[in-house]
């Protein structure tokens, strides 16, 4: 592998999967005179707006190679996965794209390689944001890292819809930056990971890993219903016998002391809030509670009801490894 990254001429961009920030991407791509194709999955592809072209291969297949040449060459391409569903061999990697296959990652690495990348910062209260982009290697984001930029969240970021407008905006400025940087000749030093420290955090998915464990201590309870909060369909548990999702929750410190047997408690009903018991000396407050058509059903809810989850779902929750592949969900 080389010790550096630069292009002599940098003429073509290939974006391999899916990104929401496409559009953003492809203007910036244009911006710099660059011919871009996309190439995506079966099931990446259903994200994908309809004026939008691209290419779908599920496979690095000789129809992949045919495709790639026919348009573009490859020595003046950048290759650039966004959550691709395809997994590339050591061997593709090496003598096709000839080491031009990169990766963006927004956060630190390798104490962060894998998939639900700001879920999992939340539940650990990460504050720290990164921008970086490495090469890809036959290992999961474990290639040598060519450029990074760290920031910390802003204070008022708590859910991940939050963290991930303040990483979008962070991306496309860092983005642009990198690629006009190439289009100048720049040569980046290649930094390898170390090997001594890193940690793998695999996917998640709401419906799957997203029931509430109400033994949980109340600052790693609100982290917990924060960490699947909007965008995401919201944490999972159940009242009255009824499944239900929790969104907008904060932690309150004004009400009596609890002990452990109240957890889930309503101990009071604010008509626009919800006011619960957990284990320890704080309560939640809870504003919205969706119901399987999204309904807010705050109303329907009782002082003395209690949120419970059954211990199937929890034990469910940890023992079901959500992965993907090109054609979407595989348990």
Known sequence: MKNNFSFKKLKNIVFIGYSDLIEELLKISKLYGLKTLIITSSDQAKKYNKNIQYKILDKQDLNFKKYVLKNVKVE????????????????????????????????????????????????????????????????????????????????????????????NKNFL?????????????KVFKLYPQVDY?????????????????????????????????????????????????????????????????????????????????????????IECVLDNKDNNILAKIKVGDRFVTPTDKIFLSKKIRPKYNSKGLKI
């Open 173 to 185: 400025i860092f983005f642009d930056k990198f690629v006009k940087e190439l289009k100048n000749s």
């Open 76 to 167: 003046e391409t950048l290759f650039v996965s966004l959550g691709s569903r395809i997994i590339f061999s050591k061997e593709i990697i090496e003598n096709f794209f000839k080491y031009n296959l990169v990766n963006f990652h927004s956060s630190r690495l390798p104490l962060d390689s894998g998939g639900g990348n700001i879920s999992w910062r939340i539940l650990r209260n990460d504050r720290i944001e990164n921008q970086l982009v490495h090469l890809v290697n036959e290992t999961i984001d474990g290639g040598p890292i060519i450029k990074s930029s760290k920031s910390i969240f802003p204070k008022n970021c708590h859910l991940p819809i939050e963290h991930e407008k303040f990483c």
């Open 197 to 285: 420290i890193g940690r793998y955090n695999p996917r998640l998915n709401t419906d799957i890993n997203g029931w509430i464990d109400w033994s949980l201590k109340s600052s790693d309870l609100i982290k917990f219903i924060d960490a699947f909060d909007d965008p995401y369909t919201g944490a999972k548990t159940t009242i009255n016998d009824k499944v239900v999702k929790i969104k907008k929750a904060q932690l309150h410190g004004g009400d009596s002391s609890n002990h452990p047997f109240m957890s889930g408690i309503i101990s009071r009903h604010d008509k626009e809030w919800l006011v619960v018991s957990t284990v320890d000396e704080n309560m939640l407050i």
